[in-house]
């Protein structure tokens, strides 16, 4: 009699068991950590992100934190070489990538992307009075081409047919070391998306930006593959933030509209 009980007890236990843990499958996170959303940057990206003493902010930082507000996540902002984003999404280092990321069909062979929030160009900054006038004179003459390594301004330019080829492109981990070897005469255009350009000629005194732009693009966050409940949740976020006038607001206060 008593084996039976304890058989009848035992039996419970591992069933209780069997269900607290399928309770526990369910409730499970679809975050990295719970009740956090952790995204990988790469702050030196105005006005997109950029360091405002010790914070992270721009662009990016406040429509991630609008997401996480509106997921119940408490953000948590890494910054990292902008390189090193796709392959720690993969890894589930990050749950998202934001950083004026542009949507590629290579990428996505890695990674899912949100709706996009933004688009963005590649422009081509020279020196004033450069001979390099625009787009076409780049391309055919035997210029260097400085780029932020692994953005699609390095892809694009390192491609011989579009680009110039990897002989003539100096790659550099940020857009600003680019911008500076530009300045010192170490390359002759520097290609980049054309907010941060406008940001680097603001700051560097003798450097203009071409008129012709070199490529049109679309920005999107990057997610892990096997997360779509994330994917949802966050594009659900997004259509909320754009129909309620929020993410509409925060690209007006950080790119003016002219007029
Ligand atoms: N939009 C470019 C890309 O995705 C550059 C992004 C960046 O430098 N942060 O490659």
Redo the contacts with the bound molecule.
Sequence with gaps: MKNILRRIVSAGLVLCMAGALASCAKKKSMTVQKDKLIMAT?AY?PPYEYYDNSKIVGIDAEIAEAIAKKLGLELEIQDVE?DSIIAGVQSNKYDIGM????VTDERKLAVNFSTTYAT?IQAVIVPEGSEITDVDTLLGGDYKVGV?QG??GDIYMSDVSGGVGEDRVVRFSK?NDAVLALSTGKVDAVVI?NEPAKSFVAANEGLTILETAYVE?E?AMCINKNNTELLEAINKALKELTEDGTIPAIIEKYIPSKG
């Design positions: 790469n990206f902008f950083a004026g990321m542009t963005g932020q953005t699609t857009g998306d693009e920005y």
